[in-house]
C-alpha cells in the first residue's frame, strides 16, 4: 500500500490553495500531488498515518521532519526523515544543501531521497518525530526507536550521532517548544517539562499540574507565551492553561 504526504500552500496573490510536489509513480496510481511517499507494504489494517510535523525558524525556513512506513511491517513506523524549504513549500533540500528532485520525496537511495534521520527495516519507531530549533536556527529532530528517546542535531552539512533524551523510555507523544528568541528548547512529556538551551546538555525538569498534550505554537513565537490544551478523556471537556515561567532566559 502507498502512504503519501500532501502539502498544500496558499498564495496570497491567486488566494488559491496549490497542491505541491507531484504524483506517485504511474505504477501505483497516484491521484493527487504530495510531497513524500514511500510503498510500504502495509495491508491497510493500521489507523496510523503519517503524522507530519513542520516548523519555521527566524529566517522563516521551512523544515518538516515525519516517521514513515517503508517495510511490510504493519502497525509501525520504520525510518525518520526530514528536509527544508526556504520557498515555501516548492523545492526541498537535504542539510548538505543538495536539492531533493524529483519530488516526492521518498526514503529510497537517489535524488530524490531525504535526509535520513534514523531507522532500519522492521524498526519499532514511535508515532511522532517533532523538530527543535535553538537560538542559532539550528535544528534537531527528536524521535523514539526501540523503546527509547532520542534525538540527532544539525553539525555542518550533516547531522549528528544520537543524543539519548531518556533511558528505557519512549516518549511517543511529547511536544516540543523552540523559544529562538530567549534560547530555550523544551520538550514535554504530558506534565513534565524538560528545557534546556543547547543541544548536548543535560534537560532540567520541571513538573507542571495538568497534562497539557498540544501547545500554541504561534502564541510563543509572537508573544513568549506557553499556552496549551488539557482535554479530558473521561469528561470530553476541554481547557486552555497558560504556563508563567519566571526567567524565560534560563532553563533551571
Excluded at 510535523?53 to 518538516?64: A, E, L, P, S, V
Excluded at 529562538?180 to 513538573?207: A, E
Aim: charged share 20%; proline share 3%.
Amino acid at each position: 500500500m502507498v502512504e503519501a504526504l500532501v502539502y498544500n500552500h496558499y498564495d496570497l496573490q491567486s488566494k488559491t490553495w496549490q497542491a505541491l510536489g507531484a504524483l506517485a509513480p504511474e505504477q501505483y496510481d497516484g491521484k493527487y500531488k504530495v510531497i513524500i511517499w514511500e510503498n510500504s507494504g502495509e495491508n491497510g489494517s493500521s489507523y496510523q498515518r503519517y503524522k507530519a510535523d513542520m516548523r519555521f525558524d527566524k529566517n522563516n525556513r521551512m523544515y518538516i521532519t515525519v516517521p514513515i512506513n517503508a517495510d511490510n511491517a504493519s502497525n509501525i513506523f520504520n525510518y525518520v526523515i526530514t528536509a527544508y524549504s526556504d520557498d515555501g513549500g516548492h523545492t526541498f533540500k537535504k542539510r548538505s544543501s543538495a536539492t531533493i528532485s524529483p519530488l516526492p520525496m521518498r526514503i529510497a537511495s537517489g535524488s530524490a531521497q531525504a535526509d535520513v534521520i534514523d531507522g532500519y527495516y522492521n524498526a519499532a519507531m514511535s508515532e511522532h518525530a517533532n523538530i527543535l530549533l535553538d537560538a542559532k536556527n539550528n535544528p534537531a529532530i527528536y524521535f523514539g526507536i526501540d523503546g527509547e528517546t532520542w534525538y540527532r542535531y544539525a553539525q555542518g552539512d550533516s547531522w549528528s550521532t544520537r543524543q539519548r533524551i531518556f533511558d528505557n523510555k519512549q516518549c511517543s507523544r511529547c511536544f516540543t517548544l523552540s523559544d529562538q528568541d530567549n534560547g530555550v528548547m523544551s520538550l514535554i512529556d504530558y506534565n513534565k517539562w524538560y528545557r534546556f538551551t543547547d543541544y548536548g546538555m543535560t534537560m532540567h525538569k520541571y513538573q507542571i499540574s495538568v497534562p497539557i498534550l498540544r501547545w500554541d505554537l504561534r502564541a510563543l513565537k509572537e508573544a513568549h507565551t506557553y499556552r496549551g490544551v488539557y482535554w479530558n478523556s473521561k469528561t470530553g471537556q476541554w481547557n486552555i492553561y497558560r504556563v508563567d515561567v519566571s526567567n524565560p532566559t534560563k532553563c533551571f
